[in-house]
């Protein structure tokens, strides 16, 4: 999974993501694939591990996430698509949580 993240592989991405790879695993410097994509600045192979429930909170080397690697590399497009990604995340966990509250009141 690291070397296809590395180098922008979204297609095997999908497959080793179908066939159960775990999307957290951690490379020897404790990267995960979302952070080796991001700081790459590979946006389909972003887009293919989050979709596939990649932690944008999770951090790699130097404590960076994958938003800190991203824009250390100057990777503007890919941290906008995480930033994106994130608001509708936030977004939607908002609408969930009112919908439990409604659905408890009755």
């Given at each position: ?25 951690r ?6 694939p979302?952070?080796?994509?991001a ?68």
């Open positions: 999974m690291a070397i296809a993240a590395t180098n922008g592989h979204h297609h095997i991405v999908d497959v080793l993501l179908h066939a159960g790879a775990h999307v957290e695993t490379d020897g410097q404790k990267n995960t979302l952070i080796l994509a700081a790459a600045g590979h946006v389909s192979t972003v887009a293919a591990l989050l979709a596939g429930r990649a932690s944008m909170e999770a951090k790699g080397q130097h404590g960076l996430t994958a938003h800190g690697h991203a824009s250390a590399n100057a990777h503007s497009k890919v941290a906008t698509q995480l930033d994106n990604w994130a608001a509708k995340k936030a977004k939607a966990d908002k609408a969930q949580t009112a919908n439990m509250g409604k659905a408890g009141g009755k």
